[in-house]
């Protein structure tokens, strides 16, 4: 599925209207989400998007609003605007809370999904990658990253460090083919708000078990999206 798709209205909205220019033929988009859902196909921006959209909802209720927030992966992941656009929305994001909230920013610089953490008081950018193996980061997004932090020093008058601490988190669970990083990136992400301590550093650390998840763990990402979608459809 195109990494194009989008999620009409902010990840803290109610609409789930879907948007994707691969629905053809008349067929609904709804029914072509759920079917790669179903049949563990590469997916796009709009299924990712709306798993954040419930993982919102998860924050919400256990009152962690405070201490994680999202970054629209359609709206800054590859050939969506130029750097500087995309660098100032994700700067927008990061001024509009006192610094010490995470923020989780799915990326897809062509064909596979990463996870960005960001933690601007702190000036530090985590790297998550599901592919096994020695993972750099995709120079355009260290670029758009590195410039939303400037911005947001510029907005909160402090002068900075000279660079961005960038750390790779390589004990993430790793991916057994090549069609499935955007379910593990999914579940990077509940795995990580699932832990109100937000040791992610520690539970992701040199060293872990890399293995990939079991089948049981990416099947209830995909139940929860389907639960969630079949909720709030229109």
């Known amino acids: 599925m195109s990494d194009k798709a989008s999620c009409s209205g902010a990840l803290n909205g109610r609409s789930l209207h879907f948007e994707d220019d691969t629905a053809k033929n008349g067929e609904k988009q709804d029914e072509m989400i759920l079917h790669g859902l179903r049949g563990m196909e590469e997916i796009g921006a709009t299924v990712v998007a709306v ?33 500087t656009e995309r660098s100032r929305l994700v700067a927008n994001r990061l001024q509009k809370t006192d610094g010490e909230q995470i923020f989780m920013m799915p990326y897809n610089p062509g064909r596979h999904w990463v996870l960005f953490i960001v933690r601007a008081k702190k ?12 993972r750099v980061v995709d120079e355009e997004a260290k670029n758009i990253l590195n410039s939303a932090i400037k911005m947001y020093n510029s907005h909160i008058g402090r002068q900075g460090r000279k660079a961005t601490i960038w750390k790779t988190l390589p004990g993430t669970p790793k991916q057994p083919s090549t069609v499935e990083c955007s379910y593990y990136v999914m579940r990077f992400m509940r795995d990580i708000i ?22 049981a763990a990416i099947d209830e990402v995909r139940k929860e999206w389907a639960e969630f979608v079949c909720l709030h459809m229109d």
Not at 198 to 215: I, L
């Open 123 to 134: 000036e530090t950018v985590y790297f998550l990658d599901p592919l096994p193996g020695n």
């Open 51 to 83: 798993y954040m959209r419930c993982l919102f909802d998860n924050l919400k209720a256990a009152n962690m609003l405070n201490m994680v927030g999202f970054i629209h992966p359609a709206q800054v992941s590859a050939n969506s605007g130029s750097l």
């Open 194 to 215: 699932m832990d109100p301590s937000m040791e992610f550093e520690k539970t992701f650390a040199k060293g872990k078990d890399q293995a990939p998840y079991p089948k």
